[in-house]
T-cell receptor
Framework: AQSVTQLGSHVSVSEGALVLLRCNYSSSVPPYLFWYVQYPNQGLQLLLK??????LVKGINGFEAEFKKSETSFHLTKPSAHMSDAAEYFC????????????FGAGTRLFVKA | NAGVMQNPRHLVRRRGQEARLRCSPV?????VYWYRQLPEEGLKFMVYLQKENIIDESGMPKERFSAEFPKEGPSILRIQQVVRGDSAAYFC?????????????FGQGTRLTVV
């Protein structure tokens, strides 16, 4: 069965600093991986996804993630944090068994300091 | 932009009452998913439905919880005889197709508080 582990429930960075949110997955089949962002009192919005092909995936708002099969990782990065990036971020993997439901990690809350 | 619409946004119920949560998917989407988010936790899958069919309900509690997605109208998540532990945010998502890479579009959620 698929599972997702997000390392660090809270991450704090200064404005302009690098953002790195970690995600590791387990999957018995080639995974499809996603990052979603959730702003306060909002639903989830897709940032980016990896399906096949290029392992470096670019998403919205300057975020990108790299699929590393050897490390079973899909870490999310952004070169320079902005105050508006403060939100909760969820890594997710699709589950091809039993209906293609998406399995989510516990989330990482990003704080951006001025 | 008619995205996924959930109502109500906030719902307060006393213990023992019924809670009924509604989800209208994106127009044209025939796949609906319900998730529950507890404080400080991620989203937990509850149920996956297509029109008039429950495809996967492996995340649904065995008792008190039910879901439907009728041919006409919104999807409904029903919680009978609510208890304090049911307090959570419930999110609905829809997708136009099913598949490994199908993006799910999420509603803004219904925050249920049981008092």
């Amino acid at each position: 069965a698929q599972s997702v582990t997000q390392l660090g429930s809270h991450v704090s960075v200064s404005e302009g600093a690098l953002v790195l949110l970690r995600c590791n997955y387990s999957s018995s089949v080639p995974p499809y991986l996603f990052w979603y962002v959730q702003y306060p009192n909002q639903g989830l919005q897709l940032l980016l996804k990896y399906t096949t092909g290029a392992t470096l995936v670019k998403g919205i708002n300057g975020f990108e993630a790299e699929f590393k099969k050897s490390e079973t990782s899909f870490h999310l990065t952004k070169p320079s944090a902005h105050m508006s990036d403060a939100a909760e971020y969820f890594c997710a993997v699709s589950d091809p068994n039993g209906g293609f439901k998406t399995i989510f990690g516990a989330g990482t809350r990003l704080f951006v300091k001025a | 932009n008619a995205g996924v619409m959930q109502n109500p946004r906030h719902l307060v119920r006393r213990r023992g009452q019924e809670a009924r949560l509604r989800c209208s998917p994106v127009k044209g989407h025939s796949h609906v998913y319900w998730y529950r988010q507890l404080p400080e936790e991620g989203l937990k899958f509850m149920v996956y439905l297509q029109k008039e069919n429950i495809i996967d309900e492996s995340g649904m509690p065995k008792e008190r919880f039910s879901a439907e997605f009728p041919k006409e109208g919104p999807s409904i998540l029903r919680i009978q005889q609510v208890v304090r532990g049911d307090s959570a945010a419930y999110f609905c998502a829809s997708s136009p197709v099913v598949g490994y890479d199908a993006e799910a579009f999420f509603g803004q959620g219904t925050r249920l508080t049981v008092v």
